[in-house]
């Protein structure tokens, strides 16, 4: 007898028949296991949501009061016939991948992913097991990270430079992630002047401030006028805004994978692009991969169908799901993460 695979892909999300739950459903379901409070894999609706400890504050808040439960990177629930678990994924502070495991058989969910270190989030872990179903938001050669540090230094000789010119510095960055790991990573290097935060960036670095991640001090932009030596953090689609017009005399810049290609940058109109993303590059991608070990491969939202045919040419049985969650969008205007 032919028995239930560990996960099947349906029209309202991945499901687990054993355990009879989803993971990141992009429909209302009666139980719901989120990798990451992003606003694409944490959605209203649902009857129960279960993700780590370190997510639900910022789901919480995004969602309202929701009946959720919390797991520790590690721990095993049993639900049905299902042992699921929460593992580093490295994309944003508390994200996780979601182990499944039935009948001694083994699928990850890698959610939102990226291998290098940022010093805020909790490091990807590789998980072994039968089958990956890994996200390709970045599934190109073409894209291939600078170290952070480079990037670090990039931006805060931009900021320095605007600081002397008397104009503000206002990046966009989406505001649960990407934001306070800039704020970090400029933060370890010494901070050339103040930072000031839009509302959206301002709430989740509260919350993330006060779960016990090392962040520097900020500043909400509608509570003091930030002064010309300033880094404002904002929301992409403040970018060319009335809202940053008010900032007065300024520079802006995006910070995303997408700034790898310049036509986009062009196409945008922005003068100043930094290539930093919360997901996984080309050789990222392929590294984690390898390291899991598994002979069965799933390629979602991204560059699926030439991903999943170079993963074809290199031995695996790859194939592609559609889902509705999104990634890292190119358009500034089209953030996923809106506060």
Not at 277 to 300: C, M, P, Q, V, Y
Request: hydrophobic letters at 40%; aromatic letters at 10%; proline letters at 8%.
């Amino acid at each position: 007898m032919t028995r239930d695979p560990v996960l099947r892909f349906t029209d309202q999300g991945i499901y687990c028949p054993a355990g009879d739950f989803y993971i990141d459903p992009w429909r209302p379901v009666a139980r719901a296991a989120i990798t990451h409070g992003h606003s694409d894999h944490a959605r209203a609706g649902h009857g129960s949501y279960l993700a780590t400890h370190a997510a639900l504050p910022v789901m919480r808040h995004r969602l309202g009061q929701i009946n959720a439960h919390g797991l520790a990177y590690g721990e095993v629930q049993r639900i049905g016939g299902a042992n699921l678990s929460f593992h580093p994924a490295g994309h944003v502070p508390g994200s996780a991948q979601i182990r499944i495991e039935v009948g001694g058989e083994v699928w990850v969910v890698s959610g939102d992913y990226k291998l290098e270190e940022d010093g805020l989030s909790e490091p990807f872990s590789p998980i072994p097991c039968h089958a990956f179903i890994t996200e390709c938001t970045f599934g190109l050669p073409v894209f291939r990270w600078p170290a952070q540090a480079k990037t670090a230094a990039e931006i805060a000789t931009w900021w320095a430079r605007n600081a002397a010119e008397g104009r503000v510095s206002l990046l966009g960055a989406y505001g649960l992630g990407k934001a306070q790991r800039i704020m970090s990573m400029l933060a370890a290097q010494g901070l050339p002047g103040p930072l000031f935060t839009h509302g959206a960036a301002e709430a989740t670095t509260r919350i993330l401030r006060d779960q016990g991640y090392p962040l520097p001090p900020t500043t909400l932009v509608s509570r003091a006028p930030p002064p010309p030596d300033a880094l404002v953090i904002a929301p992409p689609s403040a970018l060319g805004s009335a809202w940053a017009a008010k900032l007065g005399p300024r520079s802006e810049a995006f910070a995303s994978g997408w700034m790898a290609l310049r036509g986009i940058r062009r196409r945008r109109n922005l003068g100043t692009g930094f290539i930093i993303s919360d997901h996984a590059d080309w050789d990222g991608l392929n590294s984690a991969i390898r390291a899991t070990g598994a002979e069965k491969i799933f390629a979602n939202h991204g560059y699926t169908a030439p991903f999943q045919r170079w993963l074809a040419s290199q031995g695996y049985d790859a194939g592609i799901v559609a889902t509705e969650w999104q990634g890292e969008t190119a358009e500034p205007d089209k953030e996923i993460t809106p506060e």
